[in-house]
């Protein structure tokens, strides 16, 4: 039985990707075009890892060079007024993953777990007014893995009861790594990895 639901947020709970893709091709808009395309490669084949881990891969796989934790947080907080800006309007929550929730949400246990910067997504959940749902709602720079490893034991949650919903591969490993039942949603990529693959959320009472 399906007691806890961990929820990864950008592709899940926020149609949130092209936003932040332009979020960083904006505080890279000084750039190689080139360079930032794969960065944006990288940054979409990883959705469940924090823009500071995707900022250091920008300057030292992509440019070659050497970037300090000062610069990181620089870059960081710029790409964050930008999300905060755009990405609180309600259009971009997605209608199916918001109806389980509202609907669901006083039967279950629910949390966040994002790659997200863990201030910017509570901002986000505040005022979108979803955060009343959530037990809790973590996020970066600690990554994902870790996150859920600490939820867990905190809330000394069963993993056999106990599912993490994700768009991401990275959703996919922070799952694996604790033995929790990994459910894919909007990434049919994501089908030979999944525990089960919700095309409806239907799909969890089956």
Do not use: W
């Amino acid at each position: 039985m399906i007691k806890n639901i961990l929820f990864d947020f950008d592709g899940v709970i926020l149609d949130s990707m092209p936003v932040r893709d332009f979020g960083f091709r904006k505080i890279f808009e000084d750039f190689d075009d080139d360079l930032v395309e794969k960065l944006l490669a990288f940054h979409n084949a990883n959705g469940g890892l924090s823009r500071y881990v995707k900022i250091r891969y920008f300057y030292e796989e992509l440019l070659k060079k050497p970037i300090s934790e000062e610069e990181i947080n620089d870059y960081a907080n710029k790409f964050s007024l930008i999300m905060k800006g755009e990405l609180s309007k309600k259009k971009y929550l997605i209608r199916e993953t918001l109806d389980f929730i509202q609907n669901n949400y006083q039967f279950y246990n629910f949390h966040i777990v994002s790659g997200s910067d863990e201030k910017e997504l509570r901002f986000l959940c505040e005022t979108l007014e979803i955060a009343r749902y959530f037990i809790s709602i973590h996020g970066s720079p600690t990554p994902k893995n870790e996150l859920v490893g600490t939820l867990m034991q905190e809330y000394n949650y069963d993993a056999s009861e106990t599912i993490l919903i994700g768009d991401s591969i990275n959703d996919y490993e922070a799952a694996q790594l604790h033995d929790i039942p990994f459910y894919g949603f909007n990434n049919t990529q994501l089908i030979p990895y999944a525990t089960k693959y919700l095309q409806d959320y239907k799909e969890l009472y089956k």
